[in-house]
């Protein structure tokens, strides 16, 4: 009987995500391949969905994501401008440039990474959206093995 992955399996893969057009993202198919718990956040969970089921074996599985399946349509209230002189401090010594990932802090503590996609002499566009909102994905597996 061929094992299967469970939402909670400890699982031995090949993966690659790439985008729409195949340009590769991540992926061990040309190295060491992962080992992976499900559930513990090691991998997305909308990836991980895709692979409930799957055998052991040596068949490549691709699943071609819509954004709505993989992270998510891009928001634009997601997107917000700040007077770049508020920026500093959030930049820390690195110079502030366009397509550079800041951190910000919430008043909670929580922590938040935000794109600087535009900037201008005065603001700053921040995108706080996952960067592959908004795209197709294509997302290749092998399983190996479960352990």
Excluded at 6 to 21: C, E, K
Excluded at 67 to 89: I, V
Excluded at 124 to 134: C, E, Q, T
């Amino acid at each position: 009987m061929t094992a299967t992955v469970q939402a909670d399996s400890l699982v031995t893969l090949h993966y690659r995500v790439a985008l729409a057009d195949d340009t590769e993202l991540v992926g061990t198919f040309d190295s060491a391949p992962a080992t992976l718990q499900l559930g513990s956040g090691e991998l997305a969970p909308m990836l991980e969905r895709w692979l409930v089921g799957l055998e052991v074996g040596g068949e490549r599985h691709v699943f071609l994501l819509e954004p709505e399946q993989g992270f998510g349509p891009h928001n634009p209230k997601l997107m917000q401008r700040f007077p770049r002189s508020e920026l500093l401090e959030v930049a820390g010594a690195g110079e502030l440039r366009e397509m550079t990932l800041l951190e910000f802090k919430a008043p909670n503590g929580a922590a938040y990474t935000g794109l600087v996609r535009e900037l201008s002499e005065e603001t700053a566009l921040i995108d706080f959206n996952h960067p592959l909102a908004g795209k197709s994905i294509r997302f290749e597996v092998e399983v190996i093995g479960i352990l």
